[in-house]
């Protein structure tokens, strides 16, 4: 799997404490996305799903996050990931800019280990109803084998929240959602 950056706990990326794995390449190209740096294929890391899982530890979240760049662009690689993440009983959230509705089609064994998606393209013009959602039309869904069990995305009380993390070699990465 490219992955473009990895944070070992966040909490402004989905509910709870959660690893957050950003995946390098998209070809959506969304006008204002907040990640332009994870759009090209040809940077990044390239590291397998057990090689990202041994950098986990499960006694402190509750869950991994894969965001990015696209992640179902990469689908082989994810479902291994979160194949591992469901058997160290880690809940799992995947953000993607593609429709639920149409991963469904394509890509409906890695939907079956979702636990959460948040689904369709950025759309700047658009203002998020969610807080966990980047524009109005995504949806914060609740899926079980595949399927929408609820949709979340007006369920918690809206608002905007950031980190700023700097690691041990000084590195700085802020992440979640601010309003510009
Ligand atoms: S799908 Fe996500 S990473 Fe890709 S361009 Fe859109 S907002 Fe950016």
């Not at 090209?40 to 006694?59: H, N």
């Not at 799992?92 to 469904?104: A, P, Q």
Request: charged share 20%.
């Amino acid at each position: 799997m490219l992955i473009n950056s990895f944070l070992p706990e966040s909490k402004v990326n989905g509910p709870g404490n959660r690893a957050v794995v950003w995946v390098q390449g998209c070809s959506m190209n969304c006008e204002g996305c907040f990640n332009n740096s994870a759009h090209s294929y040809t940077g990044g890391t390239e590291l397998t799903a057990e090689q990202i899982f041994m950098q986990l530890d499960c006694s402190v979240i509750t869950g991994i996050t894969v965001s990015g760049g696209e992640p179902f662009e990469q689908s082989f690689e994810l479902e291994k990931l979160l194949k591992l993440a469901k058997a160290n009983k880690l809940n799992t959230l995947v953000y993607t800019g593609y429709s639920f509705e149409k991963l469904c089609i394509e890509h409906n064994s890695t939907l079956k280990l979702c636990d959460y998606l948040i689904d369709g393209p950025y759309m700047k013009n658009i203002p998020s109803k969610c807080k966990w959602a980047g524009s109005g039309n995504q949806r914060f869904l609740k899926l079980v084998d595949g399927q929408i069990v609820n949709n979340l995305t007006e369920n918690e009380e809206y608002s905007r929240s950031a980190e700023i993390m700097i690691d041990a070699a000084g590195k700085i990465t802020v992440t979640g959602f601010i309003e510009v």
